[in-house]
């Protein structure tokens, strides 16, 4: 079955940098584009940023555009999200999600999500 | 920037009531809108995609409707699970969400 497991998350201070990961497994993963989406403590859900099959395309909201960046290794199923220059509002549960049958939009399977906290 | 409006914020019903739950984008997106159900520590779930198709697993007492701007997803009959927070989503922007209670 479709599985997406993230790891990385903590607490860390404004300023510093945080690697996020997703496994995936069940799937093939090189086939799919790939998500994060991220929700603040009691908000909704805010869209991160996309990376396609073949990495040829990364697109980012604007919160985050020039501070994150998205990766994956298809090697290794495993979806990435470097966050650097981390402020308050970026704290939130990230996840990672899947798109469905191959497009961009919408996300068919998500991960539990981590819990990312910046605070000093 | 399409911005989608969700209402009612709040919707307090019954088990065994139908729900109605409304998604306004603020420009047309034709039929490319999902509906997800989020409940409390867990990760949203796909339940409707390009406006009425239902995704794998969801049942058939969710049904979504609607095209251009106005969307609405219904729950024929609310079972006990189904309190959750729906949210609607058009590409990379999501709405605020409506949250079904009891």
């Known amino acids: 079955q479709v599985q997406l497991v993230e790891s990385g998350g903590g607490v860390v201070q404004p300023g510093r940098s945080l690697r996020l990961s997703c496994a995936a497994s069940g799937f093939p993963f090189s086939n799919y584009a790939m998500h994060w989406v991220r929700q603040a403590p009691g908000k909704g859900l805010e869209w991160v940023a996309l990376i396609s099959y073949d990495e040829s395309n990364k697109y980012y909201a604007e919160s985050v555009k020039g501070r994150f960046t998205i990766s994956r290794d298809n090697s290794k199923n495993t979806l990435y999200l470097q966050m650097n220059s981390l402020r308050g509002e970026d704290t939130a549960v990230y996840y990672c999600a899947r798109g469905r049958s191959g497009n961009y939009f919408p996300f068919d399977y998500w991960g539990r999500g981590t819990l990312v906290t910046v605070s000093s | ?102």
């Open chain 2, 1 to 102: 920037e399409i911005v989608l409006t969700q209402s009612p914020a709040t919707l307090s019903l019954s088990p065994g009531e139908r729900a109605t739950l409304s998604c306004r984008a603020s420009q047309s997106v034709n039929t490319y809108l999902a509906w997800y159900q989020q409940k409390p520590g867990q990760a949203p779930r796909l339940l409707i995609y390009d406006a009425s198709n239902r995704a794998t697993g969801t049942p058939a007492r969710f049904s979504g409707s609607g095209s251009g701007t106005d969307f609405t997803l219904t729950v024929s009959s609310l079972e006990a699970e189904d309190f959750a927070v729906y949210y609607c989503q058009q590409r990379s922007t999501f709405g605020p969400g409506t949250k079904v209670d009891i």
